[in-house]
């Protein structure tokens, strides 16, 4: 905090030097700003149209519960549901057991089925086997279990849930 | 001192970007030729902006047609569609608004901008050719409305469509023909829906947009016309502004004001949808075109009244034909300012066209 001489021509100096540049920044910065409000203005209805479809899914896959008319299902067969926005099996075991899981391979997305010969879940698209009780991996590329629901039979219903 | 003024009005060295896009690219050579391009500045300058403003709502109806496109179904779904559209998807109806209502002021900047063309004589030698492929791109640009009215599928959209067509059906013989291949089938159907979606999106635009660019060629190449009025000042007294960035401001500036125009009408106003176009239901009361065709609704209904039966269609579409002859073949008859006499004649055409649109157009809609 000297005050020399210098120093106190210094501000008027520097203001000349860089008043026109702030100036400058000034407008660059505020046009800036105005294009970025009608950019948003404009984007983000845009935005919210495109992505509707993407929403409504998101709604319909905060469901928790799904009820079925499926308690006359033969046992040794499968029905396939949509659980929300995902395909979803119902499994009826020959030993009168029930499970159900998220149709949709852990590998990339293939829906996957329920093969009742070989009693085996099978994702067709790149060989992936879970096993059809516990919806764990068997072989092939699967990196996770299949997602499972809990399955609840009242009277004619079945009620899959999620936790 | 001086260092320092200097140094603000210098423009700032360039960004790494631009050298790299320009060494590619060339910009600076365009830029070289826009700022030789000059506009001409005297108190008519005003009708230059209205091509700039009828092109912004070319670009906005592209745009938001292409939005519309991503959930409207032509044929049996179509007013399912747009009734999703409108009422179901998020900011739909602004999107569909924003569609109509900019179809609209492009009409409106369109007609404004052929009428300044006409009276400042801009069609005159060499800019024939600008007159003639504005013509077509009218044509088009009202094909574009006629055949976007009838998409929704609502009950005006399925009334207009069915009178406006049963017009060229009325013409002998080849009549019937065309507007069974036009609707596809004897009356306004799916099949109707579905052809009308085909011209709209997909013909039209590829017709349009070359005859744009020819048009806007023309422009680039002819430069802005000046009226007589400045043309008759010597060449000392005449000034012009550079186009870039100038003008170019200049027109970004009423883009910005068309823009904020359109997003207070869509959003203040949404267009609305009609009740389900239904065939066995009547016409509903007070049924009529979109403003622009009013002129020829309310010529024919006025000759139908006049000579009932189809004489009166007929006469009618003759005077339109012979009308809009007139009307492109302007240029030839008034080709420069060496004859005062065509001069004065070509404007009081325009006189008698204008009055005419202005009249037929409020006595049709007071006549509802």
């Known amino acids: 905090m000297s005050d020399s001489p210098t120093d106190t021509l210094g501000p008027l100096d520097a203001g000349l030097e860089y008043d026109p540049l702030s100036r400058r920044k000034f407008v660059k910065v505020g046009f800036g700003l105005f294009g970025a409000c ?5 984007g983000y209805p845009i935005y919210r149209y495109l992505n509707d479809p993407a929403e409504e899914a998101a709604l319909m896959a905060a469901i928790t519960e799904v009820s079925l008319d499926a308690a006359s299902l033969d046992p040794g067969s499968v029905l396939m549901f949509r659980f929300g926005a995902r395909p979803a099996m119902l499994i009826h075991h020959l030993d009168g057991s029930w499970a159900s899981f998220d149709a949709v391979c ?3 997305g293939c829906t996957v089925q329920y093969e009742t010969d070989k009693n085996r879940i099978h994702c067709a698209c790149h060989g992936g086997v879970y096993d059809p009780v516990s919806g764990h991996p068997v072989s092939g590329p699967p990196p996770r279990s299949l997602r499972k629901y809990n399955v609840e039979v009242k009277d004619a219903q079945v009620i899959v849930s999620r936790a | 001192m001086p260092k320092s003024s200097s140094r603000a009005l210098e423009s700032p060295p360039p960004s790494k970007v631009w050298t790299f896009l320009d060494e590619r690219l060339g910009l600076s050579e365009i830029l070289e030729i826009a700022r030789h391009k000059r506009v001409p500045q005297h108190t ?5 902006y209205w091509g700039g403003i009828s ?3 070319f670009l906005i109806q592209a745009i938001s047609g292409v939005l519309l496109l991503v959930y409207y179904r032509p044929g049996v779904d179509a007013f399912d569609s747009v009734r999703r559209i409108t009422y179901d998807i998020d900011f739909g109806w602004l999107i569909r608004s924003a569609h109509s209502w900019s179809a609209n002021l492009m009409i409106v900047a369109v007609f404004v901008h052929m009428f300044s063309v006409f009276f400042m004589k801009a069609y005159r ?3 024939e050719f600008g007159w003639w492929s504005g013509l077509v791109l009218l044509g088009l640009a009202m094909t574009f409305g006629f055949s976007g009215y009838l998409l929704p599928m609502d009950e005006l959209a399925y009334f207009a469509t069915k009178v406006g067509l049963d017009i060229p059906t009325s013409i002998p013989v080849i009549g019937p023909i065309m507007g069974d291949l036009i609707r596809g089938g004897p009356d306004v159907n799916e099949n109707t829906i579905q052809r009308f979606f085909a011209l709209h999106v997909v013909i039209l635009p590829a017709l349009f947009v070359p005859v744009l660019m020819f048009h806007l060629f ?9 009226p007589p009025s400045e043309e008759a000042k010597p060449e000392s007294e005449r000034s012009s502004i550079p186009f870039f960035p100038n003008f170019f401001a200049k027109d970004l500036a009423m883009w910005l004001i068309a823009l904020n125009v359109l997003a207070l009408l869509a959003s203040l106003y949404p267009w609305d949808l009609g009740p389900q176009a239904d065939p066995l239901a009547p016409a509903p009361q007070g049924i009529h075109p979109e403003w622009y065709f009013m002129v020829p609704f309310q010529v024919l209904k006025v000759f139908g009244n006049w000579f009932p039966g189809l004489t009166g269609e007929i006469m009618g579409m003759a005077l339109f034909t012979l009308g809009g002859l007139i009307w492109a073949v302007i240029p030839l008859y008034d080709m420069n300012n060496k004859n005062a006499a065509r001069a004065r004649t070509a404007t009081w055409i325009g006189f008698v066209v204008l009055a005419t649109v202005i009249v037929f157009t409020i006595w049709g809609y007071s006549a509802l």
């Open chain 1, 38 to 42: 009608y950019a948003g203005a404009l």
């Open chain 1, 106 to 108: 852990t590998h990339l």
């Open chain 2, 44 to 48: 008519q300058s005003f009708w230059y």
């Open chain 2, 55 to 57: 092109l912004f709502f």
């Open chain 2, 125 to 127: 030698a060499p800019r």
């Open chain 2, 218 to 226: 023309l422009v680039q190449k002819h430069g802005n016309a000046v």
